[in-house]
C-alpha cells in the first residue's frame, strides 16, 4: 500500500468513532425518546393553562395553572398574579393561548426538558370608558423549563423570547 492509500484509509476510518459518539448523543437527547416526549406533551398542555385566562373565573385559572408548576415556580407565580388578576378584572381580559406548531428541545436531562414553544395569544379587552372592546392576537416565543415530579412534567421556569 502506497502513501497515499493508507493516508485515505486513515482519513476515512478516524472520522467512524466520532460519527459514532454523536449519533448516540443526539438519539439521548432525541425529541422522541420517551422522556422528551412527555416532558413536550406536557409543555404545550402548560402553555395552554398557564398563559389563558378570564377576568371572570380569574381565581380558577389561576388554580388551574398554579397546579402545573413546581413549587417554587408556584410561589414566584404567586407575586405576580395578584397584580394580572386585577388588572385583568379592570379591563374585563379574556386570554387564550394556544401552542402553535411543534415545540423544540432547547436541553434535555434525564428529570429537566427546556422547551421552547411558539404561542398565539388571542386577546379580547375592554378598557374602562369605552364602548367596544379591543381584540389583538400576539405571537409569541416563550421557553418553558420542565421538571419531573412525582412522576409528572411540571414548569419551572416560563420566560418570554
Given at each position: 500500500?502506497?502513501?497515499?492509500?493508507?493516508?485515505?484509509?486513515?482519513?476515512?476510518?478516524?472520522?467512524?468513532?466520532?460519527?459514532?459518539?454523536?449519533?448516540a448523543l443526539v438519539e439521548r437527547g432525541s425529541a422522541t425518546s420517551p422522556s422528551t416526549?412527555?416532558?413536550?406533551?406536557?409543555?404545550?398542555?402548560?402553555?395552554?393553562?398557564?398563559?389563558?385566562?378570564?377576568?371572570?373565573?380569574?381565581?380558577?385559572?389561576?388554580?388551574?395553572?398554579?397546579?402545573?408548576?413546581?413549587?417554587?415556580?408556584?410561589?414566584?407565580?404567586?407575586?405576580?398574579?395578584?397584580?394580572?388578576?386585577?388588572?385583568?378584572?379592570?379591563?374585563?381580559?379574556?386570554?387564550?393561548?394556544?401552542?402553535?406548531?411543534?415545540?423544540?428541545?432547547?436541553?434535555?436531562?434525564?428529570?429537566?426538558?427546556?422547551?421552547?414553544?411558539?404561542?398565539?395569544?388571542?386577546?379580547?379587552?375592554?378598557?374602562?370608558?369605552?364602548?367596544?372592546?379591543?381584540?389583538?392576537?400576539?405571537?409569541?416565543?416563550?421557553?418553558?423549563?420542565?421538571?419531573?415530579?412525582?412522576?409528572?412534567?411540571?414548569?419551572?421556569?416560563?420566560?418570554?423570547?
Amino acid at each position: 500500500m502506497n502513501r497515499r492509500t493508507a493516508a485515505a484509509v486513515v482519513l476515512c476510518v478516524l472520522p467512524l468513532p466520532t460519527a459514532a459518539v454523536l449519533a448516540a448523543l443526539v438519539e439521548r437527547g432525541s425529541a422522541t425518546s420517551p422522556s422528551t416526549a412527555g416532558a413536550l406533551v406536557a409543555a404545550q398542555r402548560a402553555a395552554r393553562e398557564v398563559l389563558s385566562y378570564d377576568y371572570r373565573t380569574m381565581n380558577a385559572d389561576l388554580a388551574r395553572a398554579e397546579g402545573q408548576m413546581t413549587p417554587s415556580f408556584r410561589r414566584a407565580f404567586a407575586s405576580t398574579a395578584a397584580s394580572l388578576a386585577a388588572e385583568a378584572r379592570q379591563v374585563k381580559a379574556i386570554v387564550q393561548a394556544t401552542p402553535a406548531g411543534p415545540p423544540g428541545i432547547v436541553s434535555a436531562v434525564t428529570d429537566r426538558v427546556v422547551v421552547l414553544l411558539f404561542v398565539d395569544q388571542a386577546a379580547v379587552k375592554q378598557t374602562p370608558g369605552t364602548t367596544t372592546p379591543t381584540t389583538r392576537i400576539d405571537q409569541e416565543r416563550v421557553q418553558l423549563t420542565m421538571t419531573r415530579s412525582g412522576g409528572r412534567w411540571l414548569v419551572a421556569g416560563i420566560a418570554a423570547l
